[in-house]
Structure formats: C-alpha cells, structure tokens
DNA sequence: GTAAATTAGATTGTGCACAATTTAATTTTG
DNA sequence: CAAAATTAAATTGTGCACAATCTAATTTAC
C-alpha cells in the first residue's frame, strides 16, 4: 500500500478524531444545562448577539436550515427560545430568548473553565493550536 | 457577558467547524468511490491491516457498535466487504474485503492527493496543524 | 405591473454518532 | 462444574449534518 494512503499520515483523520473527542468533554458538563452541543452553540449566538434570524445562527455556525429547524424547535419545546415569523416578511424567522434562557446564561458561565479543567491540555499547546486553526479557518471557508 | 463566554474565543467551535469543513472536502472526492468519509476510513483500516473484528476497527477509528454495525451492513451491501462471525467464538464478527473492495484501492490511490490540492493549505501550517493535533491527541484519549 | 429570479425556511431522506440496553457466548471463581 | 462476571455485537432511540427539493414571499427586469 503506497503511503500516502496511511491512516497515520493524514490530517483529516485526527482532526476528525479531535472535535469528536473534545465533545465528548462538554457533554457530562452540558447535560447540567440540558443542552447538546450544537444547541449550547445556538444558545451562545443568542445570549451574545440578541435576537438572530435562522440564517444568522446558520452563517455564524455553518450549519444549515436542514440542522437548525428540528434543533431550533427542541429549543423551542425546552422553553428556552421563541421562534416567531417577521410581519415585514413572512419568509424570515426570527429567534429570541425566554427568560429561561436568558438565566441559563448564568448557569452556563462555569462551563468554559470545567472544560479546560477536563481537557487538561497545556495552556501553550491550546493556544497554538488554536491560532493554527483560526489561520487554517479564515482561508478554507470562502 | 463575562468573556470566556464567547465564542471567539473559544477552542473547541474552530475544531469543531474545521473538522466539518474538511470532511465536506472529502465528499465530492468520495462520491466517485461511492463512499462517505466514515466508510472511507472503515476501508483504509482494512486496505491497511486486513481482516479485522468490528471491535478492532472500533478502537482504531474511535467508533462503536452503534456506528458500525449499520456502516457495515452499507459496505456489505456494496459488496465491498464479507460480515462473517468466527466459529470459535461466535459473538466475534470478521470483516474482510470482497475482490471489489480490494480493488476500490487503486481509485483510492488519487485521494489524498486530490485532496491536499483542494484543500490548498500552506504545506508548512497543515504539517504544523498535524503535528499540534497528534500531540494533543495522544494526551486526551486515554 | 407582471413574469422571472432570488431569497428564506421547512421538509424529506440518508447517514453518522453515541448512550443505554439486550443477547449470547466465553471466562473466571468459588 | 455451575453461578457470576465479563466480553462482543446488535439493537434502540435521540440528535445532529447536510443534500435535495419544496413552498412562499420578495426583488428585479423588462
């Protein structure tokens, strides 16, 4: 078998292996909210930036309508978000918080620093990868 | 809202969305094998080590039962590979590759390469990303 | 001003991903 | 050796992820 096709030596594999690994991490934190990862995602667009329409959420996570309607409803059904058509366009759906969700904010300030506690990586080693990451991200996406 | 809220500056939603966006690479590269990147990586381990219980590609693709057993039925079906269990201890599944799925290797052979050119990451910064990501790797799954 | 194009979400269908449970076989222990 | 523990897959159920299609509303071009 030519090398090139090793799993060892590609990129694709580990990095695959990596976010699956990482959120795995938040999921013993986030079940404290009662939150999946993607949905604490959508809740971190809201309590960052107010009311979103869909395709907001979807351009700031790159993730489509097909992913985020049956999401954004669970939410909805949680009694964590509203969703409510605009008058102006009836095409638009726009996504606010409750007041429930508006207070799981407070719940959720502890989660970053539990994830670093359970990630355990070195600070140094986070933050490259980090910037290699952002790097490689503002180029691959457009 | 407290700063280690946001999401820029958080670690895990660049993984995260990186992880998704090269593997939406990998799709049209795969479509001409008929494959998605999970059974892609199913056939790699087997194109690699050969014949292989579900368990042993479980824990080289950090993937369990739930996950395989219907990918594997999918290759099965594409006769690309054989499900057999072993006489000696029938609660073990063999997997082995059809003559199609040996053969599928040789149009697998232009992959990696199709895929580093649509990529068109810095040699320096993938090798860089690869290199942060295997250290991180071997410390956080254990 | 109306037909064509565009835009925004929803829907549908396929395929992971994984926790929890089940089933069946093998090992270990008393 | 028989009961208990362990092991290996399969099954079930929930929740993404995304392509493709659909529906309805708004823009635009003529």
């Known amino acids: 078998m030519s090398d090139n096709l090793k799993l060892s030596n590609q990129v694709c594999f580990p990095l695959y292996t990596l976010a699956k690994e990482v959120i795995k991490k938040y999921r013993p934190i986030l079940i404290d909210l009662d939150l999946t990862y993607p949905q604490y ?3 971190m667009v809201l309590w960052e930036e107010g009311i979103q329409n869909v395709s907001e ?3 700031k996570l790159s ?3 097909g992913t985020l309607t049956p999401l954004l409803k ?3 059904q949680k009694e964590l978000i509203i969703r409510k058509r605009k008058t ?3 095409r ?5 918080l ?6 799981l904010e407070n719940t959720a300030q502890c989660v970053p620093n539990k994830i670093v506690e359970t990630l355990n ?4 080693d986070l933050q490259q990868l980090k910037n290699i990451i952002n790097k490689i991200n503002s180029k691959i996406t457009k």
Do not use: A, Q
Request: charged letters at 35%; zero cysteines.
């Open 41 to 43: 995602l959508v809740m």
């Open 57 to 59: 959420i979807g351009n």
């Open 63 to 65: 993730l489509d309508s």
């Open 74 to 76: 669970r939410l909805e």
């Open 88 to 90: 102006e366009d009836e």
């Open 92 to 96: 638009i759906v726009t996504i606010s």
């Open 98 to 103: 409750t007041e429930n969700g508006r207070k």
């Open 121 to 124: 990586i070195d600070t140094e």
